[in-house]
């Protein structure tokens, strides 16, 4: 019979740990107490250099170049690398498991994509061994002309040459530099430029000493008159170095203060083919005379006025005035052009014993108007009869055009006397066309006789006319008469519905607005529902809903707007390129 004597607890536990590794051992299984660190080795990326990069694109001081260096682990399907930051003399060092890696190196001079260099050069990648360490000395590919535009292109491509007038030619420069590869030879570069677009002219081609700048000059010139784009393209041999968009503004006269003699606004001139640019924010005068009063053929605004993104604020302006047409403008004539200009403030305008036209912008259009931003609280009140709108008081004739523009503030119309009174929160449209704009404000009218019409775009008269792609987004619109005859739509107050129709084209009201309907119905003087939510967003804006209405280009920022393409998003409404 034998006999086990008892072990000590130390023991015991040892011999059981070891009857447990190696029964997992026997099974085939990993050690349960993990399996170990495996050894790491380090690999040193050398790229070369020193103070100044040699060897690589010619004499370059190290702030000019940056790196990024990328450590790819071969052995990991779709590894995305591991970055490395380089010192000073071009070195970059990463402690890595054993494996099979690649390198891949770009380098950037002065914010330019300059070269790329893939490690090793032909072998899909290099091993690397536990516990040894690796290096890799890199020549970077290298361009024997690299030809580099200064930081001074930055400055052309964002800056407007701004307006000036025939007696000056302004002018703007960027550097461009010849960097050269000091171990293949030195040569010169020639590089060319070319516009394309009226208005700048810019030498055809200059020649650049290896390691040596020259400076390309553009000239702005003044002719055509107007604002001018441009693509300047500058290119060595097939390659294009740079595309710069360029823009100036030539103008006839720039427009400083509201006051009279040079540079004011109360002179504008009304010629026909001249070209006039705000050269500033202008606070009209309390006894402000239109521009181009429209009492008779011979006083019609003619010429062009670019608000350039300028503002005229009214400022809280209260005036009886005498004649029919009041605003910036009395009057703008066929042929006549208002565009990129904001307005602010508030106006309140009377008249006894005649009709009267008030607009924010102009009495009477007959021209084209566009790119106006208008936040004006417009009121007019007369005993004949009224036609107030948020930008133009009355549209009239075939030609006239009002597009890509919006008023954010409430409109009224009062007739005190046995007449007609309409309201609109852009225009009321005798004749013409309003295209892709918006409201928000609340439109009134009130009369004690004849016909009233409130709309939140517009009110058409007996002649064709057309309010297209338009969104009313005010709370409410409302006519009130002792009379019998009354229209308050939402889109478009009183149209013909007979003989003569005007048109109506895919605009939306916010159904969060319910006028009383009055008035002979005609089809969608109301526009298609949208919510609030539609409102405020900025992909219901940018798509084609319901009713065929082309889609808004509506940019998702400020920088991508410009004249041509006016809007973007703020985040809440669509706002014009210069706010």
């Not at 203060?257 to 640019?277: F, I, N, S, W």
């Not at 062009?304 to 400022?315: Q, S, V």
């Not at 309010?467 to 006519?479: H, K, M, N, Q, W």
Request: aromatic share 8%; proline share 5%.
């Amino acid at each position: 019979m034998f006999r086990i004597k008892k072990m000590p607890g130390s023991l015991r536990a040892v011999f059981a740990g070891s009857l447990l590794m190696a029964a997992f051992l026997l099974a085939g299984c990993s050690s349960p107490y993990g399996d170990p660190e495996p050894e790491m080795a380090t690999v040193t990326i050398n790229l070369g250099g020193g103070a100044a990069r040699t060897g690589f694109c010619g004499t370059i001081p190290p702030t000019a170049i940056s790196y990024e260096i990328w450590l790819i682990n071969a052995d990991i399907l779709g590894d995305v690398g591991k970055k490395l930051t380089a010192d000073t003399s071009g070195k970059a060092s990463a402690s890595v498991e054993p494996g099979n890696y690649s390198i891949k190196v770009e380098a950037t001079i002065r914010g330019w994509d300059y070269a790329e260099a893939v490690y090793p050069p032909l072998n899909p990648s290099f091993e690397v061994k536990a516990g040894e360490p690796y290096e890799a000395k890199i020549t970077m590919q290298r361009i024997p002309n690299a030809i580099v535009l200064d930081i001074q292109r930055e400055a052309v491509m964002r800056h407007d040459f701004g307006p000036f007038t025939a007696s000056g030619s302004p002018t703007r420069t960027i550097t461009v530099s010849n960097y050269t590869g000091t171990t293949t030879g030195s040569t010169s570069a020639t590089i060319t430029a070319a516009i394309t677009g009226g208005g700048f002219t810019v030498p055809p081609s200059i020649t650049i000493n290896p390691d040596e700048s020259e400076s390309l000059t553009i000239t702005a010139s003044a002719t055509p008159l107007g604002r001018n784009n441009a693509t300047l393209t500058i290119s060595m041999g097939i390659d294009t170095i740079a595309s710069i968009n360029l823009s100036s503004i030539a103008a006839t006269s720039i427009i400083t203060h509201g006051g009279t003699g040079a540079g004011g606004l109360a002179d504008l001139p009304l010629t026909a083919g001249e070209y006039h640019v705000l050269g500033d924010d202008i606070t009209l005068p309390n006894d402000w005379v239109p521009i181009g009063p429209g009492s008779t053929a011979s006083n019609l605004f003619l010429g062009t006025l670019d608000g350039n993104g300028h503002t005229i604020n009214w400022g809280n302006h209260n005036q009886a005035y005498g004649q029919e047409n009041f605003g910036l403008f009395g009057a703008i004539g066929a042929g006549g052009t208002v565009k990129n200009i904001g307005l602010t403030g508030s106006l309140n305008v009377s008249r006894s014993g005649g009709n009267l036209n008030v607009g924010a912008l102009a009495g009477l259009n007959q021209g084209t108007i566009f790119n106006v931003a208008s936040s004006v609280a417009v009121t007019a009140e007369g005993d004949a009869n009224v036609y107030v709108g948020g930008i133009v008081g009355e549209s009239r004739t075939n030609s006239s055009l009002l597009e890509n523009s919006y008023s954010s503030a409430n409109i009224t119309a009062t007739t005190t006397g046995a007449s007609n009174a309409y309201a609109a929160g852009i225009a009321n449209i005798t004749n013409g066309a309003v295209n892709y704009t918006w409201t928000s404000g609340i439109v009134s009218v009130n009369g004690s006789g004849g016909i009233v019409s409130a709309g939140g775009i517009s009110n058409h008269g007996l002649t064709p006319s057309r309010t297209a792609y338009s969104v009313a987004l005010g709370s409410d619109v409302s006519a009130t008469n002792t009379f019998t005859t009354t229209y308050q739509r939402r889109i478009t107050g009183q149209m013909q519905t007979t003989g003569i129709v005007g048109t109506l084209l895919a605009n939306f009201a916010i159904n969060t607005m319910t006028p009383v309907v009055t008035g002979t119905l005609h089809s969608s003087p109301d526009g298609l529902d949208i919510t609030p939510g539609n409102a405020n967003d900025l992909e219901w804006w940018r798509s084609t809903p319901a009713g065929n209405r082309p889609a808004w280009t509506v940019h998702a920022n400020k920088a991508s707007a410009n004249e041509a393409s006016p809007w973007w998003w703020d985040g809440n409404r669509p706002r014009l390129w210069f706010e």
